[in-house]
C-alpha cells in the first residue's frame, strides 16, 4: 500500500498570500489529522477529518481551514500567511477498526515545508 | 490540560552505550501512550505503543513501559546504533476525543561511531 502523499513538498510564499496544501491519505483510511510542526513549538495539532466532517480543531486562529473529500482526499488552507506560519505542515492518517471507531494509531506523511517571505 | 513533556535534548552517545529518554504526561482521561521517530527530511513513524497502564511496547530493540503510578513512558535502548540517530517523540492519546494526539518537544539523538 501507498503511504501517505503531501504535495507540495515544499512551498515559497510571501506575507498576504494564501496558501493550499494537499494530503492524500492511505487507501482505506477515512481519518485525517494536521499538525504544524515548528523548531519552538514542536508539533501542534491543527484539526482532523473524518468522512468530510471536522471533529476536532486545535487552537490555531480562523486563517487555518481544511475541509475533507469523499474520497478521504483532504486539503487544509491558510490565508493571510504571516512570518510565523512558516514550518513543516503534516498530514496523518487513520484506519478504522472492526469496531467501527477510529485505530488508535495515525501514520505520517512526509510534510510539507512553508516558508514565508 | 493534557499535555506530554519530553526530555530536552540534544542527546549524542557512543555506539552500543545505553539509552534513556523520559517522558511523562499529564492527563484527564485514560491515554495510551505512543514513541514516534523523525528521519531527517521524513514525517513521523511510530515506533511503539501501549493502550493500559503496565503494558510494555517495544520494537526494534526499543522499548517502553506505561507507568501509571509516575504517569511515566521512558524510551530505553540497550545498545545504540548510528543509525538510531533521529529525533524522537513521546505523545499520547485519549480515549473518546477523535483522533488528536498530544505530541512532547521532541529530543534529537546523535550516535557516533
Known amino acids: 500500500k501507498a503511504g501517505v502523499t503531501q504535495t507540495p513538498r515544499y512551498l515559497i510564499k510571501t506575507r498576504g498570500q494564501q496558501v493550499t496544501l494537499s494530503c492524500s491519505p492511505i487507501?482505506?483510511?477515512?481519518?485525517v489529522s494536521w499538525y504544524q510542526q515548528t523548531p519552538g513549538q514542536g508539533l501542534q495539532f491543527l484539526f482532523e477529518?473524518?468522512?468530510?466532517?471536522?471533529?476536532n480543531k486545535g487552537n490555531f486562529p480562523g486563517r487555518f481551514s481544511g475541509r475533507q473529500f469523499s474520497n478521504s482526499r483532504s486539503e487544509m488552507n491558510v490565508s493571510t500567511l504571516e512570518l510565523g506560519d512558516s514550518a513543516l505542515y503534516l498530514c496523518?492518517?487513520?484506519?478504522?477498526?472492526?469496531?467501527?471507531?477510529?485505530?488508535?494509531?495515525?501514520?505520517f506523511g512526509p510534510g510539507t515545508r512553508l516558508t514565508v517571505l | 490540560g493534557d499535555s506530554v513533556t519530553q526530555m530536552e535534548g540534544p542527546v549524542t552517545l557512543s555506539e552500543e552505550a545505553f539509552l534513556t529518554i523520559n517522558c511523562t504526561y499529564t492527563a484527564t482521561g485514560y491515554p495510551s501512550l505512543f514513541w514516534y521517530v523523525q528521519y531527517p527530511g521524513e514525517g513521523l513513524q511510530l515506533l511503539l505503543k501501549a493502550t493500559k497502564a503496565d503494558d510494555k511496547g517495544s520494537n526494534k530493540g526499543f522499548e517502553a513501559t506505561y507507568r501509571k503510578e509516575t504517569t511515566s513512558f521512558h524510551l530505553e535502548k540497550g545498545s545504540v546504533q548510528v543509525s538510531d540517530s533521529a529525533v524522537y517523540f513521546c505523545a499520547l492519546k485519549l480515549m473518546n476525543t477523535g483522533n488528536q494526539f498530544y505530541f512532547g518537544t521532541g529530543t534529537s539523538l546523535t550516535v557516533i561511531p
Open positions: 477529518y473524518f468522512s468530510e466532517t471536522q471533529r
Open positions: 496523518a492518517s487513520s484506519p478504522i477498526v472492526a469496531s467501527g471507531r477510529v485505530a488508535n494509531e495515525q501514520f
Open positions: 487507501s482505506g483510511h477515512r481519518s
